[in-house]
């Protein structure tokens, strides 16, 4: 089992960036693909990128190519998600996730853990 702790939302301007960082639990981080989902209020869990176990694959959404960029220090035990040119509409609470067998996936039912999530609140 591997436990996910979120970090690095908060209030930002439209246009502004932030870096959220996801940190797991154990010793078996690299043989987790990671996702990060989003969701904004009234609304369901969108995917927004993912990673495979070792880095060398990763996929977007397609409301976040060339804004956002997913990557992972298997040394550290953490995923991050580099989040540029922010806009309102990517306001939502932004989770993690770790898929135990396979290739990362964009399904959240793919994903076997998650974080509790961290807010992101783009103002306009």
């Known amino acids: 089992q591997v436990q996910l702790v979120e970090s690095g939302g908060g209030l930002v301007q439209a246009g502004g960036s932030l870096r959220l960082s996801c940190a797991a639990s154990?010793?078996?981080?690299?043989?987790?693909?990671m996702g990060w989902f989003r969701q904004a209020p009234g609304k369901g869990r969108d995917f927004v990128a993912a990673i495979s176990r070792i880095g060398s694959s990763t996929y977007y959404a397609e409301f976040v190519k060339g804004r956002f960029t997913i990557s992972r220090d298997n040394a550290k035990n953490t995923v991050y998600l580099q989040m540029n040119s922010l806009k309102p509409e990517d306001t939502a609470v932004y989770y993690c996730a770790a898929r135990k067998i396979g290739a990362a996936r964009t399904g959240p039912d793919d994903y076997n853990y998650w974080g509790r999530g961290t807010q992101v609140t783009v103002s306009s």
């Open positions: 154990g010793r078996t981080f690299s043989s987790y693909a």
